[in-house]
């Protein structure tokens, strides 16, 4: 059986391919593309519309290439945007980035109209400015007009799912990540919403799906456009993280998870959600997972900060890898400074190197020069940050967290994985690597039938794709460097 997965990561995405014999499954990248947002009159959007046109380029790729007989597609891509339709159905301009300034003290005009602790009751989502509800109450403290028109609201990869089959619906995963849905009652949490800001019409949300759920087909305009046969489309677990989590070979269930690429999500996979004082305090988030389970999870800033230091160091004309840097990041001095990567500096894109020199510099530090220096900078202090998460998971769920389990893009940065195995003084397994289009691809073989359950999709990860084990070393300097992050955590916040 061949089916086909859409993956949209911040940078970029791709179609791969999955063919299944019943007992393993194997992947073909057929197409890749940048998704690099745009910067248009000061707002930060995504080109729905060139992502939209590679979507088709990747459909018609895949049957060019021979494989005219997909048994099922299915779109994942980053939390929290969405696009706004017309009583048309006309897309209402392109979706804004999360990363956008419009969102800048949104979540305080918020907890102005509906105390946090209501706002978290009805939702279990952590306090974060690029959460959807911000993003609507933005529009509607701009008067926006697109707001005013919208018949639909949809979520980007619900977005893209519309303009293939004409269906409207929000599925339950990528919904879950917006601060709109209550994971309790499993509808709309229309009357917070309202009480937030009356101008935000709850009237705009559609019917909200289980991941696994058939769509339709694509439509018949599509297929005569690009000269192919129908094919099944599948709301998948939409959320990357989501599908990530799906890819999870885990062999105990009280074992965490960490989806590493732009974003780090470290958590666990629970029946139910757990919202609670605990949880409002620590501001751990409830998203949702395939069979309607809970992924009880810390939102962490990832390899985003590595990310961008490169590319200003590639803008500077300096052409540096990522194995150069991590190289480089090795043959660094450790514990030499510690930054928290979650503080608001580092959230904005430009100069990243600057942003963690000048962190250090106000925190009394030794200021990392180079760029191996500030490279591990920034892995150690992210491998400490995942520690204060599975310290923070344990307290809420009264349990010893045994191992974590890491996948995705972080996988193939084996320098962090060992620092994070030393940092949780717990075993890690790195792997699969494809974690999100694996998660993808998996629902898809469940919601067809070929597979039976979450469990033996799980199993049928185990047996196709390599897991490296990693073990704690150094574990007393590790000891040391996290009170080091507490102290400046501490420092930071009476400032």
């Known amino acids: 059986m061949e089916i086909l997965a859409f993956d949209y990561g911040a940078s970029s995405g791709r179609a791969i391919l999955g063919k299944f014999d019943g007992q393993r499954l194997t992947l073909e990248e057929m197409h890749r593309f940048s998704s690099d947002p745009v910067m248009m ?31 099922g597609m299915g779109v994942d891509t980053w939390g929290v945007d969405f696009g706004l339709l017309s009583k048309k159905g006309g897309l ?3 979706p804004v980035h999360y990363r956008d300034s419009r969102t800048d003290g949104m979540i305080e005009a918020a907890v102005s109209a509906v105390p946090a602790k209501d706002i978290y009751g009805a939702t279990g989502i952590q306090f974060q400015k690029f959460n959807t509800l911000f993003q609507l109450l933005a529009m509607a403290r701009d008067d926006d007009p697109l707001l005013r028109e919208a018949d639909t609201m949809l979520f980007v990869p619900d977005l893209f799912n519309y303009f293939l089959t004409g269906e409207k619906y929000c599925e339950y995963t990528i ?11 499993q509808d709309w949490a229309r009357g917070m919403i309202s009480a937030v800001d009356s101008r935000i019409r709850t009237d705009i949300f559609p019917e909200v799906i289980p991941a696994g759920t058939k769509i339709g087909n ?12 129908t094919i099944p489309v599948i709301a998948v677990a939409e959320h990357d993280t989501g599908s990530a989590v799906v890819s999870v070979p885990f062999t105990d269930r009280k074992a965490a998870y960490l989806s590493s690429g732009t974003w780090s999500l470290l958590g666990v996979e629970l029946d139910a ?15 949702g997972g395939i069979n309607r389970t809970v992924r009880l999870l810390k939102n962490i800033m990832g390899l985003w900060i590595n990310q961008e230091c490169r590319r ?52 009394g530090q030794k200021v990392p020069e180079t760029k191996g220096e500030i490279v591990r900078c920034v892995m150690e202090s992210l491998a400490l940050k995942y520690r204060q998460a599975i310290e923070g998971l344990e307290e809420i769920v ?15 940065e084996k320098t962090l994985c060992r620092f994070t195995a030393s940092a949780i003084n717990r075993p890690v397994y790195a792997g699969p690597v494809e974690a999100t289009a694996i998660g993808n691809l998996s629902t898809q073989l469940i919601s067809l039938g070929e597979v039976g359950s979450l469990s033996e999709a799980r199993e049928v990860v185990r047996n196709s794709f390599p897991i490296a084990e990693y073990v704690p070393e150094n574990t007393s300097a590790w000891d040391e460097a996290y009170g080091k992050l507490l102290s400046i955590q501490k420092m930071t916040a009476s400032k």
């Open 41 to 71: 009159r000061d707002t930060f959007t995504w080109d729905f519309l060139r992502l939209f046109h590679e979507m088709k380029s990747g459909i018609l790729k895949t049957y060019n290439a021979g494989h005219k007989d997909l048994a």
């Open 92 to 94: 209402l301009g392109n």
């Open 175 to 185: 919904t879950s990540t917006s601060m709109l849905y209550d994971p309790v009652k």
């Open 218 to 229: 694509i439509s018949e305009s599509v297929c005569s456009e690009l000269g192919i046969g």
């Open 273 to 287: 959600p757990v919202i609670n004082d605990k949880t409002f305090g620590l501001n751990y988030t409830n998203e």
């Open 312 to 363: 200003y160091w590639i803008k500077k004309g300096e052409n540096v890898s990522f194995d150069e840097l991590e190289q480089g990041a090795c043959e660094a001095e450790p514990f030499a400074s510690i930054i928290d990567v979650d503080a608001p500096d580092f959230f904005e894109p430009y100069n990243m190197p600057k942003k963690v020199q000048d962190y250090c510099a106000r925190t």
């Open 398 to 412: 009264g349990y010893r967290i045994p191992s974590l389990h890491i996948v995705g893009g972080g996988c193939k």
